[in-house]
Nanobody
Framework: QVQLVESGGGLVQAGGSLRLSCAAS??????????MGWFRQAPGKEREFVATISWTGGTTTYADSVKGRFTISRDNAKNTVYLQMNSLRPEDTAVYYCAARRYNSGATYYIRDYDLWGQGTQVTVSS
């Protein structure tokens, strides 16, 4: 049973940076090559795609709203995926969720393709 735990959220001023981490625990050996993604949900809004990365790290995709400011990366030896967020804006305020594709190593921005989710971490950007 694989579980995802996010960390690194917090309060930051506009223009600042944060790095989110998503650690996978449980059966995370090489047989569990998972595509991973980050999503976010602001109050009163639907959950939306932020970034995704393939198992090898060779494929990454970003939402237009974060392109050039956010970077997704992974360290498979540590079973951890990261989201480096720079030049943060108040509109980036949301709960950020890590998601995994337990049986597919590819990257995808379709929320329906993810079958494992973390509990979320709050990111608040003040103006």
């Amino acid at each position: 049973q694989v579980q995802l735990v996010e960390s690194g959220g917090g309060l930051v001023q506009a223009g600042g940076s944060l790095r989110l981490s998503c650690a996978a625990s449980g059966r995370t050996g090489s047989s569990s090559a998972m595509g991973m993604g980050w999503f976010r949900q602001a109050p009163g809004k639907e959950r939306e795609f932020v970034a995704t990365i393939s198992w090898t790290g060779g494929t990454t995709t970003y939402a237009d709203s974060v392109k050039g400011r956010f970077t997704i990366s992974r360290d498979n030896a540590k079973n951890t995926v990261y989201l480096q967020m720079n030049s943060l804006r108040p509109e980036d305020t949301a709960v950020y969720y890590c998601a995994a594709r337990r049986y597919n190593s590819g990257a995808t921005y379709y929320i329906r393709d993810y079958d494992l989710w973390g509990q979320g971490t709050q990111v608040t950007v003040s103006s």
